[in-house]
């Protein structure tokens, strides 16, 4: 295992550590599913440059993408809490580029720091928001950080992807727009076992 695969694998359990929800099995498997599915968009990303792009995107040693994790959340685990442990661990994931060397801009800018900062600070944010606005917050953010740092990152050694970042990026700050939208009643309003405790306690019985 090299260090980059130790990084990622250390990414994904500090998603499940910070994951305070009550499907920990399930938040497991969305995290395996965007894992996979961040390899596999990577591959369709680039189907121009690559012979066989499902089994490029297969490859757990070629690249991947992270606007496609969300993805498996969306899928498996659509909760506040599941949403709230993403920023840490993809700031400990995108560490593995700093290692690598790799994903900084023509001249040399510092975009996986400046990325790991914007984790970082989506993090601290989203661990202060209520549950309702999680989603949409988390989605924007998600949206919004590779919006920003798109324009100052090198061209992808593969040259441009089918579909570039920035519309991808803009899909997810669509999306988080919808969500905003909807009513408070949501089934994105998903409270951990501590904050349903509190509100049981206060409720009125019978």
């Given amino acids: 295992m090299t260090l980059q695969h130790a ?17 920990p099995l399930r938040f497991v498997a969305a995290l395996g599913l965007g894992a996979l599915l961040a390899h ?82 989506l993090h601290a944010a989203a661990a202060r928001t209520p549950d309702a606005a999680v989603p949409p917050l988390v989605l924007a953010g998600f949206g919004a950080l590779r919006l920003l740092l798109e324009p100052l990152r090198a061209a992808p050694p593969l040259g441009p992807p089918v579909v570039p970042a920035e519309a991808l990026a803009a899909a997810w700050l669509v999306l988080a727009l919808a969500l905003a939208l909807q009513p408070a009643s949501s089934s994105w309003r998903t409270l951990t076992p501590a904050s349903r405790s509190r509100s049981s306690a206060t409720s009125p019985s019978g």
Avoid: N, Q
């Avoid at 757990?60 to 599941?82: D, M, W």
């Fill in 7 to 23: 990084i990622l694998f250390a990414a994904f359990w500090t998603a499940v550590a910070r994951y305070r929800g009550g499907k």
């Fill in 40 to 121: 596999l968009g990577w591959g369709l990303l680039h189907a121009d440059h690559a012979r066989d792009p499902l089994a490029a995107g297969l490859d757990p040693t070629a690249g991947f993408s992270v606007l496609f994790v969300p993805l498996g959340l969306l899928a498996l685990e659509r909760s506040a809490a599941a949403l709230r442990a993403l920023p840490l661990a993809l700031a400990v994931a995108r560490a593995g580029c700093l290692v690598a060397g790799c994903c900084a801009g023509p001249h040399g800018e510092p975009v996986p720091a400046l990325e790991i900062a914007g984790w970082i600070a």
